[in-house]
């Protein structure tokens, strides 16, 4: 599985981004997908994940509310929907898939996208 992200930006805080990862390869496989970001001298931490059938989401509990995880499985794409952004969401931002484990867990993820630049100005 091939996974390309895009959407990202500079914004002023406040402002929305859409953020978007295009899935190619083996995606007939129902795999989970996920966002996670990375600041400059941070970890990458878990943002939010979504379930094959988009039945199931997760967010990180200081981002609820503020951002929404979707998917099209039609089109092999997922999408990260983030109002409101703060200065401190800049990062960063990558888009996975396949689960081997917690969906919290950046080492339980197998496939990895290159990430988009989510910068926000205050």
């Known amino acids: 599985v091939q996974l390309q992200a895009s959407g990202g930006g500079l914004v002023q805080a406040g402002g929305s981004l859409r953020l978007s990862c295009a899935a190619s390869g083996r995606t007939d496989r129902g795999y989970a997908m996920a966002w996670f970001r990375q600041a400059p001298g941070k970890e990458r931490e878990f943002v939010a994940a979504?379930?094959?059938?988009?039945?199931?989401?997760r967010y990180s509990d200081s981002l609820k509310g503020r951002f929404t995880i979707s998917r099209d499985n039609a089109k092999n794409m997922m999408y990260l929907q983030m109002n409101s952004l703060k200065p401190e969401d800049a990062a960063v931002y990558y888009c996975?898939?396949?689960?081997?484990?917690?969906?919290?867990?950046?080492?339980?993820?197998?496939?990895w996208g290159q990430g988009t630049q989510v910068t926000v100005s205050s």
């Open positions: 979504i379930s094959w059938s988009g039945g199931s989401t």
């Open positions: 996975t898939a396949a689960a081997g484990g917690s969906w919290y867990v950046t080492s339980a993820w197998v496939y």
